[in-house]
């Protein structure tokens, strides 16, 4: 019996220039959907990163307004500690030469003595020091810049950072793509004698 030939696979000079053409036509997908996978994983990295370090930064700083009392000095107090528990912490992406690489977390003080009841410069800075109202029988919370803290409502800080992620496709291909941007917020309380992440459903500046 004849054993079946294999020719129908053996290489030709058509048959590898067929191959050598959809390899050229499929590389570059290839390419842009691992470029694209990096890019998206690296997002998800950055976000978590920088979320991560607000809550840093809100904790320490509310913690330490709440131990020193509300005053002039304690508040600034309060900034100078978020700041450092910020920086203390990366986020990658933030160097255009180097995007793989993660630098500190920079928080703006946003400090305006005597400009509200908080010395906050902006009710939207990134570092604002307010006070927690509770309503709906403690379901709802809501930040006030404008208000102090005392009474029923609780010292609180909230901290907001938009910073540029850049791509890696200029470090690993040499292709310049416009950078992204990322924000994450975060709110820090004093409940129950311990300073806690809160999910705020409400942020205002006018509060009664």
């Known amino acids: 019996m004849k054993s079946c030939s294999n020719h129908w696979w053996k290489s030709s000079p058509e048959r590898r220039g067929v191959i050598t053409l959809i390899v050229i036509l499929i590389f570059p997908v290839i390419m842009s959907l691992f470029g694209g996978m990096v890019d998206l994983a690296r997002l998800w990295q950055a976000r978590t990163e920088l979320t991560t370090a607000l809550d840093a930064a809100v904790l320490s700083g509310v913690k330490t307004w709440s131990e020193g009392g509300n005053s002039t000095a304690n508040r600034s107090d309060a900034r100078d500690d978020a700041l450092e528990a910020a920086a203390a912490n990366t986020v990658v992406g933030q160097n255009v030469n180097s995007p ?25 800075g990134e570092l604002v020091l307010g006070a ?8 709802i919370y809501t ?9 029923s409502s609780s010292f609180a800080i909230r901290a907001r950072k938009t910073v ?10 040499g292709v310049n793509v416009a950078p992204f941007s990322i924000t994450a917020e975060s709110v820090g309380a004093i409940l129950t004698g311990e300073p806690k ?12």
């Open 100 to 124: 793989s690489t993660a630098e500190p977390v920079t928080l703006n003080a946003n400090e305006g003595v005597g400009v509200d009841a908080n010395d906050n410069a902006s009710p939207d």
């Open 132 to 139: 927690l109202q509770t309503s709906g029988g403690g379901t």
């Open 143 to 151: 930040f006030c810049s404008n208000s102090s803290p005392g009474g």
């Open 164 to 173: 540029t992620v850049h791509s890696i496709w200029k470090e690993l291909f």
């Open 197 to 208: 992440i809160i999910h705020v459903q409400v942020i205002s500046s006018t509060c009664p």
